[in-house]
């Protein structure tokens, strides 16, 4: 059996096994860290998120300090400054409390672009027509989330993971609850989109 160079990435890079998984959500008011996942499942693919700007790399974690292909992302999007946070109950303060404000629905006037380092997280991305769209995200995977789009965050059942926060320029993590329509960022972003 012949593989394709995609698929090889994934067998030689233990953090590249699992592409990027995302779905519609279901309606329920369960745990947030629970999947919400439909029955059947309608799975989202990574063409369907770029159409709403939602952008994706498969990157190696266990190299991110000296990472070429991060630098030449980097690079080639602008991004100038970064950090890394670790998102667990010993070692954020107020936990409880962060985690509600990640989990309210909220946009922000620049991308917000994060790179899992390890564990796992979900962010949660409103359709064009207004769905949500569960991305469940794990070490290895960079997202880049456009100015203007409504989306949530947080942990799953694993409650823990280490992120690195990327900007362009100095950072900025100022989140506008919805309804924040009135943003032209957000008119901005609605005008590109087309619900099908």
Sequence with gaps: MTTTPDLQQYIHHPS?????????MDSSDEDQRLPHKLSPN???????LKKIGVLHWKLNADMYENDPELEKI?????????????IQKDTLPNYEEKLKMFFEEHLHLDDEI????DGQ????VRSACNRWIRIAMG??????LPAGIYHRFT???TNYTKAMRLFVGEPVWKAYNRPADDFEKRQQ????????
């Design 42 to 48: 309608q799975p989202v693919s990574l063409d369907e």
């Design 74 to 86: 980097r690079k080639d999007q602008g991004y100038s400054f970064s950090d890394v946070i670790t």
């Design 114 to 117: 994060r790179y899992i380092l």
């Design 16 to 24: 590249r096994r699992m592409p990027l998984e995302a779905w519609y």
């Design 155 to 157: 942990l799953d059942q």
């Design 139 to 144: 070490k290895g995977d960079l997202i880049t």
């Design 121 to 124: 997280a979900y962010f949660d």
């Design 189 to 196: 972003y609605v005008a590109s989109l087309q619900c099908s």
